[in-house]
């Protein structure tokens, strides 16, 4: 069990509906909000700033446990390794891979989180073990040339919504070891297609009627001034 104090982090910091639907990574679009200007990918940051969205992606027992699982029962993978930890969050992943005995680890991540990041690290007693880096994985400089393992929650809605696949590859690039491991290393996407008859009279058939009606109305009126021309 780790120690997760959200007391303070809770406090003014729960992402708005905007905020969470402004998820577009590594574009350069302008947004102007008075005389503030942030780019697109300031306000994907951002969203991960607050502790809201953190408290539900902790609470998704599926995705915690499926990683606290792939950790915990593979201890000689992590056991005096270097790993880096992309997209490092609360710092949930850096704290697995310490606790089975992780050599040290670096934890990356460029949302305001990774200050509460590093105040879980220091309450669990992880301090000497893990360093969380405040930065983009692409500008950030680590202290080691080659990690040993490289460990990343990156999967988003339809697996790639979030868009950290790129930067996922670019750290597996830049410092993973020849013979090093990522995890995960593969995934699956599956496709079937589904009909939603409610959603499809709401959307289209409700468009067509409209239209149809519309035309009817309009037949109706031509044939009527024709009539009266005669």
Same mark, same amino acid.
């Given at each position: 069990?780790?120690?997760?104090?959200?007391?303070?982090?809770?406090?003014?910091?729960? @992402?708005?509906?905007?905020? %969470?639907?402004? !998820?577009?990574? &590594?574009?350069? $679009?302008?947004? +102007?909000?008075?005389?503030? =200007?942030?780019?697109?990918?300031?306000?994907?940051?951002?969203?991960?700033?607050?502790?809201?969205?953190?408290?539900?992606?902790?609470?998704?027992?599926?995705?915690?446990?499926?990683?606290?699982?792939?950790?915990?029962?593979?201890?000689?993978?992590?056991?005096?390794?270097?790993?880096?930890?992309?997209?490092?969050?609360?710092?949930?992943?850096?704290?697995?891979?310490?606790?089975?005995?992780?050599?040290?680890?670096?934890?990356?991540?460029?949302?305001?989180? @990774?200050?509460?990041?590093? %105040?879980?690290? !220091?309450?669990? &007693?992880?301090? $000497?073990?893990? +360093?969380?880096?405040?930065? =983009?994985?692409?500008?950030?400089?680590?202290?080691?040339?080659?990690?040993?393992?490289?460990?990343?929650?990156?999967?988003?809605?339809?697996?790639?919504?979030?868009?950290?696949?790129?930067?996922?590859?670019?750290?597996?690039?830049?410092?993973?070891?020849?013979?090093?491991?990522?995890?995960?290393?593969?995934?699956?996407?599956?496709?079937?297609?589904?009909?939603?008859?409610?959603?499809?009279?709401?959307?289209?058939?409700?468009?067509?009627?409209?239209?149809?009606?519309?035309?009817?109305?309009?037949?109706? !009126?031509?044939?009527?001034?024709?009539?009266?021309?005669?």
């Amino acid at each position: 069990f780790f120690l997760f104090n959200t007391q303070n982090m809770m406090s003014g910091t729960h @992402a708005s509906k905007e905020q %969470k639907e402004q !998820k577009v990574h &590594g574009t350069t $679009d302008k947004v +102007t909000e008075g005389t503030d =200007k942030k780019t697109s990918a300031d306000y994907y940051f951002d969203s991960y700033s607050h502790f809201g969205i953190h408290e539900e992606m902790l609470k998704d027992m599926v995705r915690t446990k499926t990683y606290m699982r792939a950790v915990t029962q593979n201890p000689h993978l992590f056991r005096d390794k270097v790993v880096l930890d992309v997209g490092a969050g609360t710092g949930i992943l850096c704290l697995f891979a310490a606790k089975v005995g992780a050599k040290h680890v670096y934890g990356i991540e460029c949302a305001e989180i @990774a200050n509460h990041a590093k %105040k879980i690290v !220091k309450e669990n &007693g992880f301090e $000497d073990v893990i +360093t969380i880096i405040k930065g =983009k994985a692409e500008e950030v400089v680590l202290p080691v040339e080659k990690v040993d393992v490289i460990i990343s929650e990156w999967m988003g809605y339809f697996l790639l919504y979030e868009s950290m696949l790129d930067t996922v590859i670019y750290c597996r690039d830049k410092w993973l070891a020849d013979d090093g491991i990522l995890l995960p290393d593969r995934s699956s996407l599956y496709v079937c297609a589904i009909e939603d008859a409610e959603y499809r009279d709401e959307k289209i058939n409700c468009l067509y009627l409209s239209l149809k009606k519309m035309i009817i109305i309009g037949c109706v !009126k031509f044939v009527t001034m024709s009539m009266d021309s005669k």
